[in-house]
């Protein structure tokens, strides 16, 4: 992932429970914002395997299986060509980085959800984060058979989910 090296294999809960006496929660953002499209947004009720991409600086990724998360997918960095991840190439940072048309940047985006695909065939591909309030600018790029739609909380599903994480309703896995 995006985790820095120091960082690996540090219960970052008990880290600042023990600093500050305070109780936290710690969860992946992608997990947080899946977490609240699945049970407050368009994925609720909706069976199978559902993966939530969230398209911003990285390609962010939770997965659930009838409605259960299963935490930690990251399917953003997956290794790409030249790149240590197919994030740094799809992302939506790339297409503001790069100054790229909707058009050009969804054909990238589309290579990353053919990959998506083929690893996890999926049920169901919910689109989250920054880049999906311009869905209807890329969605003709979208060519895979997997059904992919936009999240009706759009960015504001990871605050919301990390706002249910604090009060401990994510499962943990």
Not at 10 to 35: P, Q, R, S, W
């Amino acid at each position: 992932g995006n985790l820095d090296p120091s960082w690996l294999g540090v219960n970052v809960e008990e880290l600042l429970e023990k600093k500050t006496g305070l109780d936290f929660t710690v969860v992946n953002d992608a997990d947080a914002a899946g977490y609240a499209t699945m049970n407050f947004g368009i994925g609720k009720g909706k069976k199978g395997l559902v993966v939530m991409i969230t398209i911003g600086t990285g390609l962010g990724s939770g997965a659930f299986l009838d409605g259960r998360l299963i935490p930690n997918f990251e399917l953003g960095q997956i290794p790409y060509k030249k790149y240590s991840k197919i994030e740094l190439w799809a992302a939506g940072s790339a297409k503001d980085k790069e100054g790229l048309s909707y058009k050009k940047w969804g054909k990238r985006f589309n290579k990353f959800l053919q990959y998506v695909e083929l690893i996890v065939s999926p049920d169901l591909i919910i689109l989250g984060g920054g880049a999906s309030k311009d869905f209807d600018e890329f969605k003709a790029q979208i060519k895979i058979e997997t059904e992919v739609i936009p999240a009706e909380l759009q960015n504001h599903a990871g605050i919301i989910g990390a706002a249910v994480a604090s009060l401990h309703k994510i499962p943990k896995g």
